[in-house]
Every structure is written in structure tokens, then in C-alpha cells.
């Protein structure tokens, strides 16, 4: 056994000492603390994220939360609060809260994220199914000595959302009449904006949508045998030439992500039900 795995048995044996009586979750989701979606789910217990065991130093997180819920018949743990590589925290220690999931019976993750859109087709506040990815982060959380017990050394990634969730969720969309703006994501380090130039090459290498957080997750739990699905809620225009147009303030431009975000709230916290019921 490695030091990773030793690291990933110390926090999902101190996660499950918490669980909720009778509860077994094979399914997660993965948010923002803003993000207003959990409508129709029922917490049941709530640990936050600050009292796990420190295992890879101080860089855990803090401010999130892991939320032990139920949505219709099936229990669900939510990871409320993700980490960031750009706040300066490792791959490694973002990829451990996946397997941490795995280890406590996890089967399915759906993660979801605000995302700028490159595509000049697509609108702010609509719903992006990822069904790809490019990553040029730089970086991934399986760099380093491989433990065989979370998985392969060279992990497939020909069917990294996985199809058979993808098509679940776009008839889901479909039946509920929702727009599908279906997305190659491309993973950046951020937290910079983007300049226009590299929003028009990252368009041309065929990217739909942009972010800082879904491929490494993706990345984890595809080495961990995870089945994941993504929704990106397109809070930011990113078609170059309209960038350099746009002469707002700062403020304004906030205020208007922000709207957007409300706005795809709306319409995923009347679907999110019917996609946890189906995975």
C-alpha cells in the first residue's frame, strides 16, 4: 500500500464514522458553495470540510462542506465547496477527495461548474453537457508514483463522460424542454480572464466552454473507475472580437455573471431530481 492510499483510508474512514444512519451513497455530486440546486434534496447530516484529518498539510478545505442528503429514494453525498488549483493547492490533494468518494462506495460523480463560453452559438445562463475535454491545465492529479489499488498507470480517457450518463442526461434535457448546448470543456489554470487571443485559439483548437475545475476531477475518477458526468453553467461570454468590444466596468460585468448564475440555478434545480434519480 502507498502513502496515498494510507491518506485516502484516514479521511473516507473518518467521513463514514459520520455518516447518517443506514445511509449508502453510490452516487455524488460535486458544487459551489453559491450554487443554489439542492431544492428537492433532504440533509441529513453535515460535516464540514475543516475538521478532516489535515493529511496533506494545511492546503485542505476549509470552507467546504460534505453534505450526507437523500433525493427521492437514492442517498447522495455532496461535496459542497470544491478545491481549487489556482488557490495554489496541489493536483494530488484535489484528486484525493475522488478517491476518498470511491473508498466510501461511489459510483457515479456528477460535477458541476460555472463555465465562459467560446462557442459564438451559445447564450449565457444555459446549461453545457460535457461530453469532452482538452486539458491544458499543465498539470493532472495521477502525475507522480502510481498506486495500483486506485487504478491503472495509463487510464483510458476514450470515454471520459461517460456515454451511456451523457445520453441519460440529454434526454432528461430533452424531455424537460431544456436547452442542451452540448460542450467540448477546456481546463485552464485561471484565475485570470482571458485575453481575447487566447479565447480565439482556444475556439480554434475546438473548444465550447471554459473552466478552472472539472478535468482534474474527471481525470481522477476515470483512474478510479468512476463513472462521471459534467454540467457546465454558462455564466461568461468568450467570443473573441466581442471581448474587446465590451467596455464595461469590472462591477458591471460581475453583476451580470452573477445574473446568469441565478439564472441557471433556476433551471438546474428543477431537473437535478430527475438526473440523481436516473444515475
Not at 61 to 90: A, M, P, Q
Not at 194 to 207: L, N, P, Q, S
Request: proline share 3%.
Amino acid at each position: 500500500m502507498s502513502e496515498q492510499y494510507d491518506k485516502i483510508k484516514i479521511t473516507s474512514g473518518f467521513i463514514k464514522k459520520h455518516f447518517p444512519l443506514g445511509f449508502k451513497p453510490t452516487c455524488a455530486l460535486i458544487v459551489e458553495k453559491n450554487f443554489d440546486v439542492l431544492r428537492d434534496f433532504k440533509i441529513l447530516a453535515k460535516l464540514n470540510c475543516g475538521i478532516l484529518p489535515q493529511v496533506y498539510g494545511k492546503s485542505n478545505n476549509k470552507t467546504g462542506n460534505l453534505l450526507f442528503c437523500r433525493s427521492g429514494n437514492k442517498d447522495v453525498i455532496v461535496c459542497e465547496g470544491r478545491l481549487h488549483y489556482y488557490e495554489g493547492v496541489s493536483m494530488r490533494e484535489i484528486g484525493h477527495i475522488i478517491y476518498v468518494l470511491k473508498s466510501l462506495g461511489i459510483k457515479k460523480i456528477l460535477s458541476i461548474d460555472e463555465a465562459g463560453h467560446l462557442n459564438p452559438r451559445f447564450k449565457c445562463g444555459g446549461l453545457a453537457l460535457i461530453y469532452d475535454h482538452i486539458n491544458l491545465v499543465g498539470d493532472n492529479p495521477l502525475i507522480g508514483e502510481n498506486d495500483s489499488e486506485l487504478g491503472l498507470r495509463f487510464p483510458d480517457m476514450s470515454n471520459a463522460y461517460n456515454n451511456r450518463l451523457y445520453e441519460t442526461l440529454c434526454k432528461i434535457f430533452q424531455n424537460k424542454k431544456i436547452k442542451n448546448y452540448e460542450s467540448v470543456y477546456l481546463g485552464i489554470t485561471g484565475p485570470q480572464t482571458e485575453t481575447d487571443a487566447e479565447a480565439r485559439f482556444y475556439r480554434e483548437i475546438g473548444a465550447d466552454v471554459l473552466g478552472y475545475s472539472i478535468v482534474p476531477e474527471n481525470i481522477a475518477s476515470v483512474h478510479a473507475g468512476i463513472d462521471f458526468a459534467a454540467i457546465g453553467m454558462i455564466t461568461r461570454e468568450l467570443v473573441a472580437d466581442k471581448m474587446m468590444e465590451d467596455n464595461r466596468a469590472e462591477s458591471q460585468k460581475y453583476k451580470e455573471q452573477k445574473k446568469n448564475l441565478a439564472a441557471c440555478n433556476a433551471v438546474l434545480k428543477n431537473v437535478l431530481k430527475d438526473i440523481i434519480r436516473e444515475l
